[in-house]
């Protein structure tokens, strides 16, 4: 019988082509099967004039919207993600593993900081390319939203509002997003370890492991992810002060003023609804399709 692969010593081994593509597809496949909750997140989480725009929950945002604007709705502005997330997850796993390596985050023993530090500097480099194709993403989530395509979003949204339209919400997403990387990537090697110290090959913990990083990562930052999707949806708002609203401190300040301590916890249930399962199924995918790529 052929010699068992040691599943758990790949990160330290493979090529950076192999984790690059690992991690698009892994991002791809993330992505898309959650892509109705995150909808239903981008919803509640918008300061909608529009009754029919205020939900109670995901169970009534997902009844309403499926009933009065077929379930469609549900999936509009999906192509963006797909468009974009294939290329910031290579980016952002490639970097990852570079980074970890280098940092020691292979050694023997839990090397909690070389791995922040990689999960820092991974999301520093997808977000760069991921942020525009979020922006458009959630105008095409967004109540009666005007857009169906992506290329007819992006001229317009550029036309209207300039290249800064696509990047407003840069800094929040890096403010968010580099501690919801380094929180995911540290619990994650944290889990794994703890579930599986033989570092024997088992999916079920790359499942659990990641699942329970992204719940953790979610909500701590689900103030910060209000923010963004303040900034990067104002372009549609009908609200002067939205549309006027200049960056992540200004967000805080509309959200403190008009919803109190509530309003920083918008769509929670969503946001870690939508991570835990979709994290389980990215770190899922992506050992999986390390694996299999590298026995090709």
Not at 45 to 71: C, D, H, K, L, W
Not at 115 to 138: E, W
């Amino acid at each position: 019988m052929a010699e068992e692969l040691d599943y758990e010593a790949l990160p330290s081994d493979a090529s950076l082509g192999v984790n690059m593509l690992a991690g698009a597809l892994a991002g791809i496949t993330e992505h898309a099967v959650m892509f109705p909750i995150d909808s239903i997140k981008t919803r509640m989480q918008v300061f909608a004039t529009s009754p029919a725009a205020v939900y109670t929950g995901i169970g009534n945002a997902f009844t309403r919207i499926s009933s009065t604007e077929g379930m469609r709705a549900l999936w509009r502005g999906v192509s963006s993600v797909i468009l974009g997330a294939g290329p910031a997850h290579a980016v952002h796993f490639g970097t990852y593993e570079a980074i970890k390596e280098l940092a020691g985050g292979n050694a023997a023993g839990n090397q909690w900081l070389a791995t922040s530090l990689a999960g820092a500097s991974a999301t520093i480099a997808s977000d760069a390319l991921m942020n525009p194709f979020d922006v458009i993403k959630q105008r095409m989530q967004v109540h009666q939203s005007e857009f169906r395509s992506v290329f007819t979003a992006l001229q317009v949204v550029y036309q209207k509002e300039g290249l800064s339209a696509f990047y407003i919400s840069y800094p929040t997403t890096l403010t968010m997003s580099v501690p919801f990387t380094a929180v995911q990537f540290t619990v994650y090697e944290h889990m794994k370890k703890l579930l599986n110290p033989s570092c024997s090959y088992s999916p079920v913990t790359h499942m659990i492991a990641g699942g329970m990083a992204g719940g953790v990562a979610a909500g701590v930052t689900t103030p910060l992810d209000v923010a963004k999707t303040l900034l990067q949806t104002r372009g549609t708002s009908h609200d002067p002060e939205i549309r006027r609203v200049g960056g992540m401190l200004d967000a805080f300040r509309i959200i403190w003023r008009r919803d109190g301590i509530r309003g920083f916890g918008r769509g929670m249930s969503p946001r870690i609804l939508t991570h835990m399962p979709s994290n389980a199924l990215c770190w899922l995918s992506y050992e999986f399709f390390k694996v299999a790529i590298r026995e090709q």
